[in-house]
């Protein structure tokens, strides 16, 4: 139900919903893409135009034999004295007669395959295929040898056989797309209401698969031209035609006598296919995120939560200080998480502050999108600095991890911070063993030796509750089921004896009588190992069972922050007491289960008003309009709660956002 | 285990038959006499129609096509009339030169090329990646027959480090170690070609592959227990992307060959690629189709053999399939 809310998948969201057209015209900004589109449109130009371009035709003999460039014959003459210019220039025509024929084929011959085979189904469709299979097997450059060689050399003997062998990735792409298409809803719903077979496949099918289908045949294109060269090359083209692999045959004999025979032909082929393939490259690839500016620091008139720590001015990065017995374990200030995005900088965290004391359980609670993931990445220091800008700060026992060296940051993660995550199949190396990924934690243990190792992994996965663990040792992932392997994870979590685990869902994505064994084994393991756990969800049943503490979060930052005990009696901020209505064990049975109406807003730029307006039944109800004017801040109303609402600050009047 | 590649080499044998069958239907589609080929333009009629007979050509078709397919079962892939010889004998007589060529090229290609893959990956959108890709796209355009012109141009005919052509040194005579070294020196431009249109597909796949797997959930687990950025890369990442890799160097072995072919005419190495040139400026059909069909026979092994390796390589297949 709650999707995961890596950051990339965020930003690309954003990008999707904000510029729907991010189609061509963006691809072609990358100085490749230019380049490729240059290329091949001087290519095109050139074939075109040949008869204009060239200064003589190029099987008349225009000078003497041998001749270096010069001002007369630009690019040499040849064994026969022929122009090599004009040769180059009509080369690039029947490249391009070549490539784009066998281009244009391809795409007919695999469209109608791909269709029939796709919208037939049935036998059509296994004989289609199985020739397809053959065609994909037999040896494309051999085969057209093998056609020019018995059936004589020339290009339309070599464009046939091309085009006859270069339709099976096109038949594919059209037969799965038909494939898809026909089950999709409107087409189902025009079958539906009696459109005939063939109109559908023409108004409806076809359309929706010729797009990559297109893109497939583009492809060809180079791939035709190099076939072409080669053959030519061996003494197999067209004799009535000049071609760059006729040229370079014709130059083989003289390589060493005459240099520009061979060069120049040879790198009309390199740069039209080098543009070609740029220009492939652009279709196919998206263009990367660009990173956002370093934001400055801005500081607001209210730094909330407990207080900087007593190091908060602190000491040198790196330098262990030792035990802080007073301050908390984990304090985080002022915590802003930016992705790049085409569209501009993403605020993901907006001046996130929690603390955590030592052994202490906090519950991180919101609805997916607003954050949660994104704050334990960066507490954690794992976000991608390439696409995410991290500002803040985050105290683990009086360090600074934001300033930490990523060497420093390896050493902490896994043996003082450990994480386990949502979806524990996938967070296990598919290739790696149990025990080699525990064994990743325990390398680095000096207490431990060499020797002992097994004997510990198999301890830890007893622990963990693992029924037979000297065979999930060596198990691998796929064996595994969810809730075993997010044992295994907590195992390797355990491995490194952590002060503080960050659990991002833990029991998501497990069946509920797992869930609850699992959420059991982190209580008791808190305890026993003394272990802090950041624990995020968005179920407050969870929180409430298991949490010492709640922060509940809501689109980048912390609305509300309060005891476990205070949650059940007097939750304050209206979004907590809309989170706790939807819960499915609230609604009696005969009632609909209360949503919230909305979903966490996406920003682009900071909110001037309270984040929640839109979507809070008190300010539409009470038509409250400071809350759409200003964003009130996170107060403290009582011993350990605080409150971002309107509603319960001290004094309406003195805000000073 | 066994069954699945019972399975897989039974689905072979209809490919086999469908290769073979095109092969003979463009040999018959083709103009041209092969009695006359074979006896010359001024035998008379009676001589062609015993020949006819003799050859099982004045049979219908279908029959022939039985005849011709029952040969190649028994590993008859034709008589090579200029050499005298039946064509796979002289096929495999070349073969193993070919093979010297391009397996060294392939195991450099494969080390480069993952390498440089799993570089660019995972400095993605830098100026390393941009460095990697741009030269990696410009080795793809290079026709290989080209590439070997102009080395030979430059190494060996202007500089003189190389040998210009063939496989060995003829004047010397040398033996044993000395040979060796002579054969490696003759081999250095032939390689260098070859490895470079090697390396680009496989450096791609290896960067598309290593991006997926760096984004990973698995990655990010393994980075969140102090796995430092470069140990993923070559841990975990790496070892789940040979998959693909193993698939792009099976799937591209005609590509190969045809590189092989084409380097092997540039520098006149007595191998395949000789064979065919001189088989087609001699007519010499027998060569042609029979090594198209072996080809055809290595590409459908060379599958076989990376969905076999896909098992050894990941665990999933190895236990989940049979």
Redesign the interface.
Not at chain 1, 426 to 431: F, H, R
Not at chain 1, 476 to 479: E, L, S
């Given at each position: 139900m709650v999707a995961t809310e890596g950051g990339?998948g965020t930003a690309g969201q954003v990008v999707a919903e904000a510029s729907p057209g991010t189609g061509l015209r963006e691809r072609f900004r990358t100085p490749?893409a230019k380049a490729g589109l240059g290329l091949t449109g001087l290519f095109c130009i050139v074939a075109i135009a040949a008869d204009l371009i060239a200064p003589s035709d190029p099987f008349a003999f225009v000078g003497q034999a041998f001749k270096s460039p010069s001002t007369d014959h630009w690019l040499g003459t040849d064994d026969l004295g022929r122009d090599v210019l004009s040769g180059v220039v009509h080369g690039a025509r029947t490249s391009l007669i070549v490539g784009l024929v066998v281009a244009v084929s391809s795409l007919i011959i695999g469209t109608v395959i791909g269709a029939a085979a796709g919208f037939a189904g049935g036998w059509v469709d296994d004989v289609l295929m199985?020739?397809t299979?053959?065609v994909q097997?037999?040896?494309?450059?051999?085969?057209a040898?093998?056609?020019v060689?018995?059936?004589?050399p020339g290009l339309p003997n070599l464009i046939a056989v091309l085009a006859l062998t270069s339709w099976e990735l096109i038949a594919r792409v059209v037969r799965s797309a038909v494939l898809s298409v026909k089950e999709a809803d409107f087409v189902v719903a025009a079958r539906a209401v009696g459109a005939p077979a063939p109109r559908l496949l023409w108004t409806h099918i076809l359309p929706n698969a010729i797009a990559p289908a297109v893109a497939l045949a583009a492809l060809q294109v180079g791939g035709a031209i190099?076939i072409e060269?080669?053959l030519s090359?061996?003494?197999?083209g067209d004799p009535n035609r000049v071609s760059w692999?006729y040229m370079?045959n014709n130059?083989?004999p003289f390589?060493?006598r005459a240099?520009w025979l061979?060069?120049f032909?040879?790198a009309a082929?390199?740069?039209?296919?080098?543009g070609i393939?740029?220009l492939s490259?652009a279709l196919s690839d998206r263009a990367?995120a660009r990173p956002p500016r370093r934001i400055r620091r801005r500081f607001r008139g209210h730094v909330d939560g407990p207080g900087p720590s007593p190091l908060a001015e602190g000491p040198d990065p790196g330098l262990d200080p030792g035990p802080n017995a007073g301050s908390p374990l984990l304090a985080v200030e002022e915590l802003r998480v930016q992705f790049g995005t085409d569209v501009g900088p993403l605020i993901a965290v907006d001046g996130l502050t929690l603390t955590i004391g030592r052994g202490e359980v906090l519950g991180l609670v919101g609805e997916s999108g607003c954050g949660k993931t994104v704050t334990a990445?960066a507490i954690?220091g794992?976000l991608d600095e390439?696409t995410a800008v991290v500002d803040g700060r985050v105290w683990f026992d009086g360090i600074d991890l934001a300033a930490q060296p990523?060497?420093a940051m390896?050493?902490?993660?896994?043996?003082r911070i450990?994480?386990i995550?949502q979806?524990p199949g996938?967070?296990?190396?598919?290739?790696?063993t149990v025990g080699h990924?525990i064994g990743?934690?325990l390398r680095?243990r000096d207490d431990i030796a060499r020797g002992q190792r097994r004997q510990t992994t198999i301890d830890l996965l007893d622990r963990v509750g693992i029924p037979d663990p000297r065979r999930v040792v060596e198990a691998?992932?796929?064996?595994l089921s969810g809730g075993m392997a997010q044992r295994v994870?907590i195992a390797?979590?355990l491995?490194?004896g952590p002060d503080l685990l960050i659990a991002d869902e833990p029991t998501t994505a497990l069946d509920v009588t797992v869930q609850a064994q699992i959420l059991e084994l982190l209580q008791e393991l808190s305890e026993t190992e003394d272990m802090a756990i950041l624990l995020i969800t968005h179920d407050l049943d969870v929180v409430s069972e298991f949490a010492d503490r709640v922060a509940v979060m809501y689109a980048g930052v912390i609305v509300e922050e309060l005891t476990v005990d205070r949650l059940g009696h007097d939750p304050r901020h209206p979004y907590t007491t809309a989170l706790l209505a939807a819960r499915p064990g609230v609604a009696r049975s005969d009632e609909r289960l209360a949503t919230i109406p909305g979903t966490v807003p996406t920003m682009l730029e900071q909110p001037a008003e309270c984040r929640f307006a839109a979507r809070c039944g008190p300010r539409v109800e009470w038509e409250l309009s400071i809350c759409c004017e200003a964003e009130p801040a996170l107060v403290e109303t009582g011993t350990d709660h605080s409150v971002r609402c309107w509603l319960h600050q001290d004094s309406l009047d003195a805000s000073d956002t | 285990m066994a069954p699945y590649i019972v399975r897989r080499l039974l689905q072979a044998i209809p490919l086999l038959f469908g290769a073979s069958t095109l092969t003979w239907i463009l040999v018959h589609l083709a103009p041209g006499d092969p009695i006359v080929a074979l006896a010359g333009e001024d035998g008379n009629a009676e001589y062609y129609a015993m020949m006819r007979e003799r050859f099982g050509l004045d049979r219908p078709l279908g029959e022939q096509l039985v005849v011709y397919l029952g040969r190649l079962v028994r590993g008859d892939l034709g008589f090579s009339n200029r050499h005298n010889r039946p064509a796979v004998e002289v096929i495999l007589d070349q073969l193993p030169a070919t093979l010297l060529l391009m397996v060294p090229s392939l195991v450099i290609a494969a080390l480069i090329g993952i390498a440089l893959g799993a570089v660019a990956a995972g400095r993605r959108h830098t100026a390393v990646d941009a460095t990697v890709r741009t030269t990696t796209l410009l080795g793809h355009a290079m026709p290989v027959f080209w590439l070997s012109q102009i080395l030979l141009l430059v190494f060996a005919a202007r500089l003189g480090w190389f040998p210009v052509q063939g496989r060995t040194d003829a004047r010397a005579n040398h033996e044993g170690l000395r040979a060796a070294v002579d054969v490696a020196h003759h081999m250095v431009l032939p390689v260098t070609a070859l490895v470079s249109v090697y390396v680009p597909p496989i450096m791609r796949v290896t960067r598309a592959s290593m991006i997926e797997n760096l984004d990973a959930l698995y990655i990010r687990a393994a980075r969140a227990r102090g796995v430092s950025r470069r140990r993923a890369l070559i841990g975990h990442a790496l070892p789940n992307s040979l998959l693909p890799i193993a698939t792009v160097i099976g799937a591209q072995i005609g590509f190969m060959f045809a590189g092989a072919v084409l380097v092997e005419t540039v520098f006149a190495w007595p191998g395949l690629g000789t064979l065919l040139l001189n088989a087609m400026l001699n007519r010499d059909y027998a060569i042609i189709t029979a090594s198209l069909l072996m080809l055809a026979t290595t590409i459908i092994g060379m599958n076989l053999v990376t969905d076999i390796a896909y098992s050894v390589i990941d665990p999933r297949v190895r236990h989940g399939r049979d």
């Open positions: 990339h490749a199985r020739l299979e053959l097997v037999m040896p494309r450059f051999f085969l040898l093998m056609v060689a018995l059936f004589g190099l060269a080669g090359f061996l003494g197999l692999g370079l130059a083989q390589v060493r240099w061979s060069v032909p040879g082929v390199a740069m039209t296919l080098l393939n740029l490259d990367p990445l954690a794992l390439t990523e060497s390896n050493r902490i993660r896994g043996s450990a994480m995550f979806e996938s967070s296990l190396d598919p290739v790696k990924q990743e934690v680095r691998y992932a796929h064996q994870m390797i979590a491995a490194g | -």
